[in-house]
């Protein structure tokens, strides 16, 4: 900007702000009030006397005559060229930057400031790069130049700079005597804004600490652009200052794919895609990762991708590391680290053990060993400082590169893994148990209590139990995969055999399966023969659900082997969970010996709830190896049994079986109104699976008597509720309501009914119950 205009401008406010016309300004200073009109329309400067004169009938103080003196130097005004180079392989970042081109267009248009902070996020995230290509892309639109300062917020070595340095160097930019810089900031910080008022400026604050440190060095004119970076979120700027905050996200897979193949050549990437796409997602699409190894390749161009990959999956810092700390991964995180508190640096490094993709308050503050209203305060200030982000779902995530680096931490501290693991265990197995009581029909023996820190979360009601079992879903998964100190394997056991109730509700078949190999594999390890038999038996329930009928033998097989060493009550269990086995292989036979076994084993221990239970078992059998009448009065006896025990789910299995007798003996009025009274106690005990068994039992029924409709929306409820279960049966279920729009449909399914042995699915069977908290 010309200095004859700032001066004419600063003249004019000193004359108004005394009170004085031109003529009395022309009196007292002795200057013709042609030439005092003549510089307050920039068309001229003063000498130095003639200064000397104005400035002294004015009355001035220092800070205004400073001002004027400056203004009236005749040296060209200065325009700043300070932005770092463009980085010419800059990929990607698209949506950032589209989103703050619109920010810029919306606020300039009305003539307002801009402040974009968060240009923000985890180290090596990319953020001055971005600053600085958008700063490039918009400079045409800012004649009056470009400041820009490196706060050294983050630096290894370096404290942050001082506010008063920075506005130091931006006045030396703008052409302020060096003899003329104020002492004290806030003067620096006026006299920097003084400056910028009229012109249009770019002011790039790169790698800020926090709001205190930036708040001096913005400037208040309108037409100015202010850029900050900095891996604190910087808050205060968004509710004080207006800032517009734009958190940045590591790369996708395609831009981190391009940024490489800037570096090292398309052809390089071409050639080995899998290699390069393995290579990537080992720099955790981290910006600085992806570039430090592109920068290794591209010095061996001859060496092919693959060959880089042993060594980076081994380790990752090491091999991400470099001799410039700047860009070097494991440094860059070590800025962050070391700007902690000791609590906060604490629970970062504990957060490392969590395996899972993001983890909840609760299971961080277990992992901790600290309250949760704590844990939520560490947990906030590791956000600000980027180096933990939140999901949609508000759980915390930790970025891989940093979750090595924090376990790098974690050992080097010392800190007590094998507690910490144990509390994440015992957080998932103790409140699975307490939303269990919510969820399961059965009430599951009390696990004793938790270790020192764990977090009982407090449920109140199913929704909140199927929610806070939703929730930690991934992190048992993520838990039972990573463990791997035999110091855990009892915990392993235990906490896959407290989630049983909750899969088998959801129907959650397959994960069910895996958890549940992993946990017979530590009971065998401890040979401990309860365990082997009730991980034996809920494995070979859940292939079984999900169609795998003879994978289901091997279980099976190794619960046999074992059967001699249990007890006699959970002896009693497996010879259920076995007739429930060869229940659904159309074993009836068998099964009935199994079941009939377990009640003698009852019996003999003088359990009533137990023998009133194995009794509507025992009746199933019956009634599917065609003795009916047997059946129909072993299952009144269960039922008197069961309504003294207070067995209701039970006792509705028992009217499906005597549903099931009567329909058998063409007693046809007779078995529905069986089966109606089975769904009605299925219902009240919240019992999806068999309800949809009794579904299917009374669709049959009522297909026999010739309601084709009813059967037809019967059968659909049973695949329904299968379907929401995710039980294979569900298919089997719509096929039948569809066979019902054949002509022949009411004879063929007849006659499968009556010729041929009846399906198991014809009554809620028998199923792998070995233990009350295994089965809902």
């Known amino acids: 900007m010309d200095n004859r205009t700032t001066f004419g401008r600063l003249l004019r406010e000193a004359r108004q702000r005394s009170l004085l016309t031109l003529e009395s300004l022309a009196e007292a200073s002795g200057v013709s009030v042609r030439a005092i009109s003549d510089m307050e329309r920039g068309q001229s400067l003063p000498r130095r006397a003639t200064l000397s004169g104005l400035m002294d009938a004015l009355e001035l103080d220092e800070a205004d005559r400073r001002r004027l003196v400056q203004a009236s130097s005749r040296r060209v005004s200065q325009v700043p060229q300070q932005l770092p180079p463009d980085l010419g392989i800059f990929r990607g970042r698209e949506e950032a930057l589209n989103s703050i081109h619109g920010v810029m267009s919306q606020v300039m248009g009305t003539g307002g400031q801009v402040v974009v902070t968060a240009i923000g996020g985890l180290a090596g995230i990319g953020k001055t790069a971005l600053a600085v290509h958008w700063a490039h892309q918009v400079a045409d639109r800012f004649p009056d130049g470009q400041l820009y300062v490196n706060l050294r917020g983050f630096e290894e070595s370096e404290r942050p700079l001082d506010p008063a340095d920075a506005l130091a160097q931006f006045l030396d930019a703008l052409g302020v005597p060096s003899g003329d810089l104020p002492r004290d900031t806030a003067e620096r910080c006026a006299m920097f804004r003084e400056q910028a008022a009229a012109r249009r400026l770019i002011v790039v604050l790169d790698n800020a600490r926090d709001e205190e440190q930036v ?208 509390r994440l265990m015992d957080y998932l197995r103790h409140n699975a148990y307490s939303a269990g009581l919510h969820v399961s029909r059965y009430k599951a023996d009390f696990p004793g209590s938790p270790a020192a820190g764990v977090v009982l979360v407090a449920v109140d009601g199913r929704e909140e139990a199927l929610g806070w079992y939703r929730q930690e879903e991934p992190t048992v998964a993520a838990v039972l995969r990573a463990i791997k100190d035999p110091r855990l394997l009892r915990h392993c056991v235990d906490l896959v055999l407290e989630w049983v109730g909750y899969n088998t509700v959801v129907g959650r078949w397959s994960e069910e399966i895996i958890v549940e190999r ?169 019992d999806d699976y068999s309800e949809a068994e009794a579904w299917d039992g009374l669709a049959a029924a009522q297909l026999e008597r010739g309601d084709t409709e009813q059967a037809r929306a019967s059968w659909n409820r049973a695949a329904e509720l299968f379907g929401r279960l995710r039980v294979a049966r569900a298919d089997e279920m719509r096929d039948k309501a569809q066979s019902l729009t054949r002509p022949d449909a009411s004879r063929v399914d007849v006659q499968t009914r009556t010729v041929k042995p009846p399906a198991p699915a014809m009554s809620p069977k028998p199923r792998a119950e070995q233990h009350p908290s295994d089965t809902p």
């Open 215 to 422: 708040r001096p060095l913005l400037p208040a004119a309108g037409g100015c652009l202010t850029i900050i970076t900095s891996r604190n979120r910087l808050p205060g700027l968004a509710a004080r200052e207006g800032a517009s905050l734009i958190s940045l996200d590591v790369w996708t897979r395609q831009e981190a794919l391009a940024a490489l193949a800037a570096r090292i050549g398309e052809e390089r990437c071409r050639a080995e895609p899998s290699a390069a796409d393995r290579l990537v997602e080992l720099c955790g699409y981290l910006p600085l990762a992806v570039a430090v190894a592109g920068a290794q390749l591209s010095v061996t161009p001859e060496m092919p991708l693959s060959l880089a990959l042993p060594e980076l999956e081994a380790t990752r810092l090491d091999a991400l590391s470099t001799g410039d700390g700047r860009a070097d991964v494991r440094a860059v995180f070590s800025w962050s680290y070391r700007a902690l508190t000791a609590e906060t640096a604490r629970v970062f490094r504990y957060l490392s053990l969590h395996p899972g993709s993001a983890a909840s308050v609760e299971a961080a503050a277990s992992l901790a060993g600290i309250d949760v209203a704590g844990a939520r305060r560490h947990l906030r200030q590791l956000v600000s400082a980027s180096l933990l982000s939140r999901d949609a779902e508000g759980r915390y995530v930790l970025h891989d590169l940093v979750r090595a680096y924090a376990l790098e931490l974690l050992v080097q501290q010392g800190d007590d893994r094998l507690a910490a693991e144990i």
């Open 518 to 686: 992993i946990a017979l594999d530590a009971a065998l390890a401890l040979d401990d023969p309860i365990g082997i038999a009730r991980c034996c038996a809920n494995l070979a329930r859940a292939l079984t659900e999900t169609g795998n009928i003879e994978e289901a033998e091997e279980p099976a097989d190794i619960l046999l082997k074992h059967l001699h060493r249990l007890p006699d009550e959970h002896r009693a269990r497996s010879e259920l969970n076995l007739a429930s086995l060869c229940g659904q292989q159309r074993r009836f036979a068998e099964s009935l010996r199994y079941a009939q076994n377990s009640l003698d084993i009852y019996r003999s221990l003088g359990q009533p709830d137990k023998i009133a239970r194995v009794l509507s078992d025992v009746g199933w059998c019956r009634a599917n190896l065609g003795d009916y009448h047997k059946a129909i009065a072993t299952s009144e006896e269960a039922i008197v049994a069961l309504r003294e025990v207070g067995d209701r789910r039970s006792e509705a299995a028992s009217w499906c079986v005597i549903g099931l007798a009567r329909h058998r003996l063409g007693e046809l009025d007779a078995a529905i109104t069986n089966y109606e009274m089975a769904l009605r106690l299925f219902r009240e005990v919240l």
